[in-house]
């Protein structure tokens, strides 16, 4: 589900200090962008960061709840996204 107004307006304040962030509904989620690069993923108000091979370790070290994940033709994609924040303060 897309982020509620609130929880978007809540991002765009906290996340103010990397630059241009904005987001933009996708796949029946949010995306969110800094100066047009998508790094993470908003699904049901719960914040979720792209990961990659260089950061890959650090978050699964750090994991405390699964993945968001995507499947592409009923096979899963690799493009994981660990849950970052499960407590907007509102």
């Known amino acids: 589900m897309v982020a509620s107004a609130e929880f978007g307006s809540y991002l765009g304040d906290e996340l103010s ?3 241009a962030v904005s987001l933009r509904p ?3 989620k949010t995306g969110v962008f800094c100066d047009g690069v ?3 993923m908003v699904n049901d108000n ?4 792209r990961v990659d091979s260089q950061n890959r370790d650090a ?3 750090a994991a ?3 993945s968001l994940n995507y499947s592409k033709q009923r096979r899963p994609d690799h493009r994981s996204f660990p849950l970052a924040s499960t407590s907007p303060p509102f």
């Open 17 to 19: 200090a990397l630059g």
């Open 59 to 61: 978050f699964a070290e």
């Open 38 to 40: 998508m790094f993470a």
């Open 26 to 28: 996708m796949f029946g």
């Open 64 to 66: 405390s709840a699964p």
């Open 46 to 49: 719960e914040l979720y960061l």
